[in-house]
Nanobody
Framework: QVQLVESGGGLVQPGGSLRLSCTAS????????MGWYRQAPGKQRELVAR???????TYADSVKGRFTISRDNAKKTVYLQMNRLQPEDTAVYYC????????????WGKGTQVTVSS
């Protein structure tokens, strides 16, 4: 069983920055993808950024150039650096990790609130 714990959310003014962290606990093989999603009130959950291990990184158009996803294998942690935050970035941010080995598994964190407001 894998557990994901997010941290780093909070209240920030427009134009500010936050860094989210998601640490995985448990014993597991190397993931196939690690990503961040968000869900704003009344909206569907959407992909923010995702690392396809060994292949590529994907960003939502709305965050390109402002957000950066990265990972630290030794710490079993994935980060989301968010710069130039805007009110429309306000949402609950969820970490997601997908494994294909030894069988398909997909895990979500419980989420961390990010509020961008003056």
């Amino acid at each position: 069983q894998v557990q994901l714990v997010e941290s780093g959310g909070g209240l920030v003014q427009p134009g500010g920055s936050l860094r989210l962290s998601c640490t995985a606990s448990g014993t597991f093989f190397s993931p196939s993808t690690m990503g961040w999603y968000r869900q704003a009130p009344g909206k569907q959950r959407e992909l923010v950024a995702r690392i396809i291990i060994g292949t590529s990184t994907t960003y939502a158009d709305s965050v390109k150039g402002r957000f950066t996803i990265s990972r630290d294998n030794a710490k079993k942690t994935v980060y989301l650096q968010m710069n130039r935050l805007q009110p429309e970035d306000t949402a609950v941010y969820y970490c997601n990790i997908d494994f294909l080995t030894p069988y398909h598994q997909n895990y979500w964190g419980k989420g961390t609130q990010v509020t961008v407001s003056s």
